[in-house]
């Protein structure tokens, strides 16, 4: 009988979130913006909602590279806030549409390497 493959802890997981106000009062501020969510996406971040997006790392030290990431395309008159929390403490989130429960958003599939 095959054993299950050991358990991604819920501590090393790591959720990193970038919420951002950026204005949008020009055609280049508007172009800004674009390129800023469309590096995000690429990066694989998703959209939890407006101005905040999220991506599962699967270490801390992942999470670095992702930051370092954002850091480098922040548009200069943008307002940008970059969290890092465990995948426990993610999962201790509650998300509602208005008052009905939602579940919250899974970690990818790990590919575990031997």
């Known amino acids: 009988m095959a054993e299950d493959p050991p358990a991604v802890s819920e501590y090393k997981g790591m959720w ?3 919420m ?11 172009r800004s913006y674009t390129r ?3 590096e995000l996406l690429k990066d694989g971040f998703t959209a939890l909602q407006y101005s905040v997006y999220a991506r599962y790392c699967p270490s801390e030290e992942a999470a670095e590279v992702h930051k370092k990431r954002v850091r480098c395309i922040i548009p200069p008159d943008g307002r940008v806030r970059i969290l890092a929390i465990t995948d ?3 999962g201790k989130m509650e998300s509602y549409f208005g008052k ?4 919250n958003e899974e970690p990818p599939e790990q590919l575990l390497l031997f």
């Not at 009905?100 to 579940?103: C, E, K, S, Y």
Request: proline letters at 8%; zero cysteines; aromatic letters at 16%.
């Open 16 to 18: 990193l979130f970038v």
């Open 20 to 30: 951002f106000d950026l204005p949008m009062n020009d055609n280049e501020q508007r």
């Open 36 to 38: 800023f969510r469309n």
């Open 88 to 90: 426990r403490q993610f």
């Open 100 to 103: 009905n429960t939602l579940p």
